[in-house]
């Protein structure tokens, strides 16, 4: 079990690999946006940028393209999740995947989050002998605690090891994640993070009309961007509600928004923004806090970084990697909401060290554009293709 520890698995990697033919298997595609189908996205726009060849597998839904980046899109059957319609379940054999490997020939199989569809498809990769990259994108077994299905998050992480065992290699978002998974026994982990347009998260996007209208008697903007649903938290935010001088302000959607409605009555929601909306928004805020806990990335608080707004988030996970403290933002224990408190009220009592944090969230990120992170990925497929070719993989 090996972990890319290099400035945490975000250094330049070199590939020899020539055009590649990819097949990726995502557990969410298009018309769902989450961080899954995002990073997916971004990929196959790598892809075809740099000539190479894609197929996307993806559950099917309506809405779903029938093609993105100029590469085809097969739909598979699915299911919705009961009681949580924006997650698909995959219904399709491996025999399917075996027959839709054959026809494509990829060199290599990418798997986005896998879980229902990415288990059949790395068992067909795995009796194929066709190279598979995991990538461990959510927490589904914590997240189903945050759901209150604790008791069978000993079976999702049965099937998370079989499957991150039978790909090739397995790339965490995180060190954080990196480690959490080889002590589950996860082999052969590798850090791949995610990148970030720095385009359109920018500095340059703040915009003092909208400030005015975010908050009208010129308080400091807090803010957050997050589905509002139970494993982000976003209720933990009513500590800071009360701070003087400042103004809350929410960006997402979810099933708990009238609930947080109610509980942060003086907080401005936005609702679910897309397009130049978003970072717009996030660049005119002050501060922003991330208060979810089970994050294995958390591209939020790097669209936050892009923009020039400094950080407060739980020491745990993904924040790790993406906050170093009192340069780019604050990290405070996870749960202890007073320290989550007191870090915001100092930041907002204090401009002059706002905008020293500010100048160096965006300095640490600038550099991580998806073409970046992408060339990494690309150098990662020609690991997997190179293991395979020697015969050097072992299922544990």
Request: with cysteine.
């Amino acid at each position: 079990m090996v972990v890319d520890s290099s400035a945490a698995g975000f250094s330049q990697a070199g590939s020899s690999i020539g055009n590649v033919r990819v097949a990726i298997v995502a557990e969410s595609f298009l018309p769902q946006v989450n961080g899954v189908t995002n990073s997916v996205l971004r990929v196959l726009e790598h892809l075809r940028d740099r000539g190479h060849e894609a197929l996307v597998i993806a559950p099917q839904d309506e809405g779903v393209p029938d093609e993105y980046a100029g590469f085809p899109v097969i739909a598979l059957a699915a299911m919705s999740l009961p009681g949580y319609a924006d997650v698909r379940i995959g219904l399709t054999p491996t025999s399917q995947f075996e027959r839709i490997f054959a026809d494509f020939a990829p060199d290599v199989v990418h798997l986005a989050a896998p879980f229902s569809m990415g288990y059949s498809a790395v068992l067909a990769t795995s009796r194929m002998s066709i190279p598979s990259v995991a990538v461990f994108q959510t927490e589904i077994a914590a997240y189903a605690t945050s759901y209150g299905w604790a008791r069978i998050t000993p079976v999702l992480w049965h099937r998370l090891r079989r499957i991150h065992s039978l790909a090739t290699l397995t790339l965490a978002p995180s060190t954080y994640t990196a480690q959490t998974l080889m002590e589950r026994g996860v082999p052969r982990v590798r850090i791949w993070g995610r990148g970030v347009d720095s385009v359109r998260f920018s500095p340059s996007k703040r915009d003092e009309v909208l400030r005015a209208e975010l908050a009208p008697n010129g308080e400091v903007i807090v803010g957050t961007m997050a589905r509002l649903a139970p494993e982000k938290r976003v209720a933990d935010l009513a500590v800071l509600a009360d701070i003087p001088g400042s103004r809350l302000v929410i960006v997402g959607d979810g099933p708990l928004r009238a609930e947080l409605e109610e509980l942060l009555g003086e907080a401005y929601f936005c609702g679910k923004l897309d397009g130049d909306e978003l970072p717009r928004v996030v660049a005119s805020m002050d501060v922003f806090v991330h208060p979810g806990e089970l994050e294995t990335f958390g591209q939020a608080i790097q669209e936050a970084e892009a923009c020039g707004v400094p950080v407060i988030a739980p020491a745990v996970g993904g924040p790790l990697d993406l906050i170093e403290p009192d340069v780019t933002g604050l990290l405070y224990p996870p749960g202890d909401l007073a320290e989550m408190r007191a870090q915001a009220e100092a930041l907002v009592n204090d401009p002059v060290r706002r905008d020293r944090l500010s100048a160096g969230a965006h300095a640490a990120v600038e550099h991580r554009t998806w073409s970046y992170i992408c060339d990494q990925l690309i150098a990662h497929y020609d690991d997997a293709c190179s293991t395979v070719r020697h015969g050097e993989l072992e299922v544990v």
